[in-house]
């Protein structure tokens, strides 16, 4: 099985940014893709951003990938989220997802990115 760390949250002034890490350990041979989720209070958890770990293929999904930057560390299987002008829509925690194909989906326990006004 694949294991997860995330890192990186905590308060930001709106406006600010950020940058969330997820390192991968365990079964990590067989990864196939990685990403981040996030689920703000009352709301379901949201796909962020992905990785295909094969290809290098990245992917956003909703309307503020222009303020989203998804990298990879091949070497520490790690992969980044770089969030910039974070806006009140914004706070959530965020969560690390990677598939593998010999163990399937495993999740970190999540970070949480906060904004001040």
């Known amino acids: 099985q694949v294991q997860l760390a995330e890192s990186g949250g905590g308060l930001v002034q709106s406006g600010g940014s950020l940058r969330l890490s997820c390192a991968a350990s365990?079964?990590?041979?067989?990864?196939?893709?990685m990403a981040w989720y996030r689920q703000a209070p009352g709301k379901e958890r949201e796909f962020v951003a992905g990785i295909r770990w094969t290809t290098g293929n990245i992917r956003y999904g909703y309307s503020a990938k222009d303020r989203l930057t998804l990298s990879r560390d091949v070497a520490e299987t790690t992969i980044f989220l770089q969030m910039n002008s974070l806006q009140p829509e914004d706070p959530a925690t965020y969560y690390c997802q990677a598939e593998a194909k010999c163990s399937g989906d495993s999740w970190g326990q999540g970070t949480q990115v906060t904004i001040s006004s």
């Open positions: 365990g079964s990590t041979f067989s990864l196939y893709d």
